[in-house]
């Protein structure tokens, strides 16, 4: 049974916050296919949810401080205690809706640090692409996501790559000048509010700082991309920028 | 599996830092969401903060971190902001939508009745499903489905000129 217009319109605030069961995501989907009108409602719904995320954005976000200033916070607060990273990406980047929802900033740290750390389990140390991405085939990572970009041109040298602690993407790692820099790529990540916002061409560059590490995240067909290096993150924007335009 | 590993390092008195680093940011939009100014937002993340430490020992493992948080925070701005509870809440599909600027959101976003404004804000930050969140609030499903969807329409619904 199909719905009607009128149904269909009615669902469409569930349909773009993603709380429709599956037979009812379908059907919204075909709807919008064939009415353009109902299309761009539902495009008007997600660029508002977007537009509210901007708004309420506040890179002064009160930190640990303001908590640990906090009258009941107990004794051991003051602990920083890090659950392993891989366990938190898991999390953030599983494919239920609750995994989903976790912002993952701090889980793609702690991914950095220990890849880029010597010695990090299941790191493939390979300098030539076209082997480092059959071995990464090889460890489980899909095809698609096998993202190897020459960076010779930033002087960036790559050192090898790993299938990321979830197993539903792909890590690979640059040096220059003793700088390690990863790129992480996974078909989604929930979505974090930015400190930076760029736009090269029609590529968004999100950019974050999380202590010494930046980040700067940036999506293609399928892939969510995210650069990290111990650098402010304008510079690591101001590299992932040079080579998109690089590449037209 | 991550979630249950860290509310069982919370049950312990540990990990409430890695909690604060990964929820505290998307709680604190919420804040400045329902708060009429960024003085009584801090008041509202602040009594969520105090909250927490409490709150947190009684989590269930089988239940998202996400979707723990929400119930709280939830609780905790119905409190401090005395929310009515809920009522039946009429929805209609406006004629015409636009994307609203910064400024028709603002001014939107505040029209709302807030007990349907942190639904939507809940939602948009953690993500819990209305069925979960209807469970742990003591809301209808439905009218969780409806407040949200009424905030939603109202944010797009295109002005007459």
């Known amino acids: 049974m199909s719905l009607d217009r009128q149904a269909v319109s009615q669902l469409l605030p569930c349909f773009v916050c993603g709380d429709l069961p599956p037979d009812l995501i379908e059907q919204v989907q075909r709807a919008l296919e064939a009415d353009p009108e109902l299309a ?5 719904l997600r660029e508002a949810e977007a537009a509210c995320r901007e708004l309420l954005a506040d890179p002064d976000a009160p930190g640990r401080s303001f908590f640990s200033a906090s009258p009941l916070a107990p004794q051991g607060f003051g602990r920083a205690l890090l659950v392993a990273a891989s366990a938190v990406l898991l999390a953030a980047l599983g494919a239920s809706l609750h995994a989903a929802a976790q912002p993952p900033l701090g889980g793609l740290v702690e991914v950095h640090l220990q ?5 990090a389990l299941g790191f493939i140390a390979q300098e030539d692409p076209a082997r480092l991405a059959a071995s990464l085939r090889q460890a489980g990572v899909p095809t698609d996501l096998l993202m190897i970009a020459d960076l010779r041109a930033e002087g960036l040298r790559l050192v090898g790559g790993q299938p990321a602690p979830s197993g539903l993407g792909a ?3 640059y040096e220059k000048d003793g700088v390690h820099y990863l790129c992480q790529v996974y078909r989604a990540l929930p979505a974090m509010p930015p400190r930076e916002l760029q736009q090269v061409g029609a590529t968004t560059l999100r950019s974050y700082q999380h202590g010494s590490v930046g980040l700067v995240r940036f999506e293609g067909p399928g892939v969510v991309c995210v650069f990290s290096a111990a650098l402010p993150a304008e510079e690591i924007a101001a590299l992932v920028a040079r080579r998109l335009r690089a590449l037209g | 599996m991550a979630d249950a590993r860290l509310i069982q390092a919370l049950r312990r008195g540990e990990g409430l830092d890695r909690l604060w680093q990964d929820w505290g940011p998307p709680t604190w939009s919420i804040c400045l969401g329902m708060a009429p100014d960024r003085a009584r937002a801090r008041e509202l993340l602040a009594d969520i903060a105090r909250s927490l430490p409490l709150a947190v020992p ?3 493992l089988d239940a ?7 119930k709280l925070v939830w609780q905790r701005i119905s409190i401090r902001l005395e929310l009515p509870a809920p009522a039946s809440i009429e929805i209609e599909a406006p004629a015409r939508t636009a994307t609203p ?4 959101l603002r001014r939107r976003l505040a029209a709302c009745p807030p007990e349907h404004r942190v639904i939507y804000l809940l ?3 953690y993500r819990c499903p209305s069925a979960i969140l209807a469970e742990l609030s003591g809301w209808g499903e439905e009218q969780v489905r409806a407040a949200r969807a009424a905030v939603a329409w109202s944010l797009v619904a ?3 000129s």
């Not at chain 1, 890849?115 to 010695?119: C, D, K, P």
């Not at chain 2, 998202?64 to 929400?70: F, G, L, N, R």
């Not at chain 2, 600027?101 to 028709?104: K, L, R």
């Open chain 1, 171 to 173: 890590l690979i790692l």
């Open chain 1, 40 to 44: 761009a409602q539902a495009r008007a």
């Open chain 2, 101 to 104: 600027t910064s400024d028709q």
């Open chain 2, 158 to 160: 295109e002005e007459a």
């Open chain 2, 123 to 125: 939602d948009l930050y």
């Open chain 2, 64 to 70: 998202s971190i996400c979707c723990q948080m929400s």
């Open chain 2, 58 to 60: 009684g989590w269930s």
């Open chain 1, 115 to 119: 890849t880029s750390g010597s010695g």
